[in-house]
């Protein structure tokens, strides 16, 4: 499956910014879809995953209550709505995809997108 990712840029603190990912390939309906985020000199870190149907959601502690993951299996598309924004949430974010199912950094999606960047200022 490939993954596009879009909606980055340059937002103010305490600010909204929603991040896009389309996928093209194969049965978008059969994966679960998700969000890893990388900051500047820092690890990869989980973010946020949905499962195929979107009845199932998950996120890291450090965005629950200001993100919000959702799907739209018509348009291939999965969105990340982020809310109240901090400058350490600055980072590159990764669109991914697996057909399995993951609760938190132990999953390991097996498709990446390129990446988008936001960038909070303060």
């Known amino acids: 499956v490939q993954l596009q990712a879009s909606g980055g840029g340059l937002v103010q603190a305490g600010g909204s910014q929603r991040l896009s990912c389309t996928a093209s390939?194969?049965?978008?309906?059969?994966?679960?879809m998700g969000w890893f985020r990388q900051a500047p000199g820092k690890e990869r870190e989980f973010v946020a995953i949905?499962?195929?149907?979107?009845?199932?959601?998950y996120y890291a502690d450090s965005v629950k209550g200001r993100f919000t993951i959702s799907r739209d299996n018509a348009k291939n598309t999965v969105y990340l709505q982020m809310n109240s924004l901090k400058p350490e949430d600055t980072a590159v974010y990764y669109c991914?995809?697996?057909?399995?199912?993951?609760?938190?950094?132990?999953?390991?999606?097996?498709?990446w997108g390129q990446g988008t960047l936001v960038t909070v200022s303060s």
């Open positions: 991914t995809a697996d057909r399995l199912m993951g609760y938190g950094s132990s999953w390991s999606p097996g498709y």
């Open positions: 390939g194969r049965t978008f309906s059969n994966y679960a």
């Open positions: 949905i499962s195929w149907s979107g009845g199932s959601t």
